[in-house]
């Protein structure tokens, strides 16, 4: 039995055919133009246009191989936002999780005492990210909030177009800061403070429910009219059901745009300070982890400002060659917090860059300080959530790192851990291929493919003994520049 699975990511659109027996037979991709996606907000018109066009090619290919896909499983991003009018008319962009913008609401409540409570009961470290906040301050005196009758997600806004239908499930739901980890219903004092109602939100289900596919979208996707359409969950949870299942011990790291790892846990899981995550995945799992702002955003704004071009292969390669070739051991030292913090500080205001930078220094050795910068804070968080939730039996590794051997390997040599990888350019959008399967069999929970590793990466001892002196120093001036 063969799926379709539509992911929309912060950056592109991707589609894949999938089967069990098979894996991915089809795998195609659209990068959002600039103006339909600037990382911090998108255009959901721009960004419909790029999911139909990647749905529909990959429907005629799947077509002309003679296969009739059953389902169309969905993927989307955790903590986007969108207005809609009485119509259910776009008002202004989608806001991103770069869209940091509830950071004076954010900052307000944490002044009024609020972080503890509203952490134990959202999941969710009070910070501006999260679409509660960003609602909080525009029902302030700008009066933002003016005239909207719903508030949906990227995801949302993909489903409403594919099926006509208003719905969200509480995986992608409890990434909003606006709903209650333990009873999965939406959070009263969460709703007040963003200055929202119950009927101004979507519908809540489980991850597993179904729309069908409307006669409009199946006239602009070739797609038969009726086909099951799953609700679809956030890209981290998916990325997690693919590599792991729910398997407690698998631990994922995704390090793409920004970087993540997580666990799954039966049920919510906090830490006793604020630091950690705790999201729904399911309605008998939930997914622990800790996340940073700044990953490969960090390194494509490093290759814009050296006069290269991000996206360009040659550049990562070039530059790749360059950092690797240098003198490490030499190098300056990069706090990666140039699009503000997450775990472990949480700190929108904090800002990065180098340190110890002398005029021996070329662009090899500073790539080589970003690369290790973004690795050092991911291993910062990584024993945060090693103490929340114990040792992890594996580590899977996904996103933008696994394109580059040397950086994987650093990444090994700084955990002191073997690394994973799948060999898959689409994890996420193989878990929500998994998540349509398993829906449509009927089945309880979801199963990670049966493939081993297609590589493992063994730290080297000597490499981590002077990544852990170069660590210490990071961890120092980390924090001699709190703001």
């Known amino acids: 039995m063969h799926v379709l699975s539509l992911e929309v990511s ?10 069990k027996e098979e894996g991915v037979v089809l795998a195609r991709s659209r990068q959002y133009p600039k103006e339909a ?7 959901p018109i721009g960004i419909l246009a790029a999911a139909y066009e990647v749905l529909g090619q990959v ?7 003679g296969i009739d896909p059953k389902a169309v499983g969905l993927c989307g991003t955790w903590h986007s936002m969108l207005l809609l009018d009485s119509g259910l008319l776009p008002m202004g962009r989608i806001r991103t999780w770069a869209d940091l913008t509830g950071s004076k609401a954010a900052a307000a409540a944490r002044a009024r005492g609020e972080a503890a409570d509203y ?3 959202t999941g969710c470290v009070l910070h501006g990210m999260y679409p509660c906040w960003k609602l909080a301050g525009m029902s302030g005196i700008d009066k933002g909030l003016s005239g909207a009758s719903h508030v949906i997600t990227q995801l949302e806004w993909l489903y409403l177009s594919l099926t006509g239908e208003m719905a ?3 995986c992608l739901a409890s990434g909003s800061g606006l709903l209650n980890v333990h009873s999965l219903d939406w959070d009263q004092k969460a709703l007040a403070a963003a200055g929202v109602g119950r009927d101004m939100l979507s519908a809540l289900k489980d991850l597993t429910y179904r729309g069908k596919l409307t006669r409009k979208a199946s006239a602009l996707t070739g797609l038969p009219e009726g086909l099951p359409v799953f609700i679809g969950g956030a890209d981290g949870a998916m990325n997690q059901l693919a590599v792991g299942g729910t398997d407690l011990g698998v631990m994922s790291m995704s390090i793409g745009t920004s970087g993540a790892m997580r666990r799954i846990t039966k049920g919510p899981k906090v830490a006793k300070e604020p630091s950690t995550w705790c999201y729904n995945v399911s309605k008998d799992a939930w997914i622990a982890g800790a996340a ?5 955003n960090c390194v494509d704004w490093f290759i814009s400002n050296i006069g290269m071009t991000p996206g360009d292969p040659r550049a990562y390669d070039e530059l790749g060659n360059a950092a690797f070739g240098s003198d490490q051991s030499k190098a300056p030292l990069f706090l990666p917090f140039i699009f503000g913090e997450r775990c472990p500080g949480w700190q929108e205001d904090r800002t990065g860059g180098f340190f110890g930078v002398t005029p021996g220094h070329g662009r090899g050795s ?8 973004i690795l050092f804070n991911m291993y910062q968080c990584y024993g945060i959530l090693e103490g929340l939730a114990g040792p992890p039996s594996r580590i899977v590794v996904s996103g933008g790192i696994t394109r580059s051997s040397g950086w994987m390997q650093l990444a090994a040599d700084i955990f002191g851990l073997e690394l ?3 060999g898959s350019a689409n994890d996420s959008t193989v878990g929500a291929a998994l998540v349509a399967l398993s829906g449509l069999e009927g089945k309880a929970s979801v199963e990670p493919p049966e493939e081993g590793p297609s590589a493992v990466y063994t730290p080297i001892t000597r490499n981590r003994e002077a990544l852990m002196e170069r660590y210490g120093r990071y961890v120092r001036m980390y924090e001699s520049t709190k703001p």
């Open 10 to 19: 912060t950056s592109s659109a991707k589609c894949i055919l999938y089967s």
């Open 37 to 43: 996606s600037d990382g911090m907000t998108q255009d």
């Open 59 to 65: 429907a005629r290919e799947s077509s002309a191989k």
């Open 119 to 121: 952490y134990s009961r």
């Open 168 to 170: 969200v499930s509480t």
């Open 292 to 296: 940073t702002n700044n990953a490969t």
């Open 366 to 373: 500073l790539y080589y300080s970003v690369l290790e910068g």
């Open 420 to 422: 994973e990888t799948t």
